[in-house]
């Protein structure tokens, strides 16, 4: 028998604040983190604002700042929210933890590309007769301009190798960077290597910012994001019929993961329990989700089936056995439509019946820390009894008909959630948690 994976600790660096209380507290009260870009000027992007986080500096969550200088932002992300998820675990105060039995697994995007001087050594090494880059003067400029550790801080190991160093951390450490999807998939991976016995502990999750230059040029040149620029607080809007695309979000969110087992011999308490994880392809288009939502359907059927769950089963209440859907939700017309059709598809008739909805509608899309962070909230829903709504739904898709707990957050008793990632490329990963 496969050994019961629970959560123990979990931490969060969001647009909406960097602690678990007074995030949930303005995702209860349905608060936007959306506002003007005034990381670099974007005055003449389509589109000007993002959900940044602000006044955070990860020194106030390290042993030693030096150790963590140059940090990328998501490094330093990471470091604040696996610090909430370290201390929360207890691990900090647990005698004769081995740390080569805990491992880290994350879903981190790259750090951020040192643009301007990035764009001062092309500029440097452009010879204008050949119309061709001159590799001499280019490497001359390169040494001039770019920074060594700002360079190496791009690659996506990085946070995995701060977190290590920052809590001595010796086991398994992975990274995957799935797209969207990332976090999830970490988490899941996570999960089953717990299960197949190569660690005691994982402190796993996601990381990433895409707010600069390239970042945001890239997902305009797709299309992806709403250019609502007259009305910022409101732009996202999962399931509406007026959305036009999804926004920018930054962030990470870090859980401990550990075996039931070696919780309760540490005198840990869990939080919840990682039941089911679900992983699928679409094998389709880089940008498309398939039409008919094969992926997403074959992801949540996996968890659902690795959990125990029956889709069409009810408890004894008349209740499904999920009891609330953390949406993938961008707010884009195709991502909405085909997550709405893959639920229906699952569950069938009783899908109407449970609830869901997309947090980004307050923090935006967090890119590969987005699954972690939503997964959390789900474990803030079982133990505050509290779903949290899908804002600026005020004029809904006719077309969409499930209960997206529309603009104000609902009471209700909590003990099993579904979190759905979907990433550019196909990707797709669902996980259930439930109360232990």
């Known amino acids: 028998m496969k050994p019961r994976v629970v959560i123990t600790g979990m931490g969060w660096i969001t647009p909406l604040g960097h602690d678990l209380d007074s995030v949930w507290e303005k995702i209860g009260a349905g608060r936007s983190g959306v506002s003007p870009i005034n990381r670099f000027d974007a005055a003449t992007f ?13 020194n106030d969550y390290v042993r030693d700042p030096a150790a963590h200088a140059g940090a990328a932002k998501n490094s330093q992300f990471a470091l604040g929210a696996a610090r909430q998820a370290w201390d929360q675990s207890g691990l900090a105060v647990s005698p004769n933890v081995d740390p080569r039995r805990i491992g880290i697994y994350l879903g981190a995007g790259e750090g951020v590309l040192d643009f301007d001087n990035y764009a001062r050594t092309d500029l440097a090494g452009w010879d204008a007769d050949r119309k061709a880059i001159d590799h001499a003067k280019w490497a001359a400029a390169a040494r001039t301009h770019l920074d060594a550790t700002c360079e190496i801080e791009q690659e996506p190991n990085m946070p995995a190798s701060h977190i290590a160093r920052e809590f001595g951390i ?12 990332a976090s999830t998939q970490a988490i899941g ?8 016995g190569d660690a005691d502990v994982m402190v796993s999750g996601g990381t990433h910012t895409m707010i600069h230059v390239l970042g945001l040029t890239g997902f305009i040149r797709l299309t992806a994001l709403s250019n609502r620029n007259d ?12 959305r036009d695309g999804f926004v920018m979000g930054e962030g990470s969110g870090i859980v401990v993961l550990e075996t039931l087992e070696h919780a309760q011999a540490r005198g840990a308490t869990p939080l919840a329990e990682i039941t089911g994880y679900g992983s699928s392809a679409d094998a389709f288009r880089i940008t498309d989700m398939h039409p008919e939502g094969r992926g997403p359907s074959e992801a949540i059927r996996q968890a659902l089936r690795q959990a125990g769950i029956t889709a069409d089963a009810v408890d004894d209440a008349g209740r499904p056995l999920v009891h609330y859907i953390s949406a993938h ?18 569950f069938g008739d009783l899908a109407p019946r449970i609830p869901m909805s997309s947090i980004k509608s307050m923090m935006g899309h967090l890119i590969a820390a987005a699954g972690a962070v939503e997964l959390i909230a789900c474990v803030m829903a079982i133990q505050r009894g509290m779903l949290p709504p899908t804002i600026n739904l005020n004029d ?15 009471s209700a008793v909590v003990e099993t959630c579904l979190s759905n990632s979907f990433g550019f490329g196909g990707q797709n990963d669902t996980l259930i948690v439930r109360k232990v």
């Open 189 to 196: 991976e996570a999960f089953s290597i717990l299960q197949r």
């Open 46 to 58: 389509p589109t000007t604002f993002a959900a940044q986080v602000r006044d955070y500096d990860h």
């Open 329 to 346: 939700g961008t707010g884009t017309q195709e991502n909405d439509s085909i997550e709405t059709l893959a639920v229906k598809t699952v």
């Open 170 to 181: 010796r086991g398994p450490v992975y990274n995957c960077l799935t797209a969207c999807a």
């Open 231 to 242: 009305d910022i607080q409101s732009a996202s809007r999962p399931f509406s019929r007026s």
């Open 396 to 410: 809904p898709d006719p077309d969409l008909d499930l209960d997206y707990v529309a603009n104000a957050a609902r």
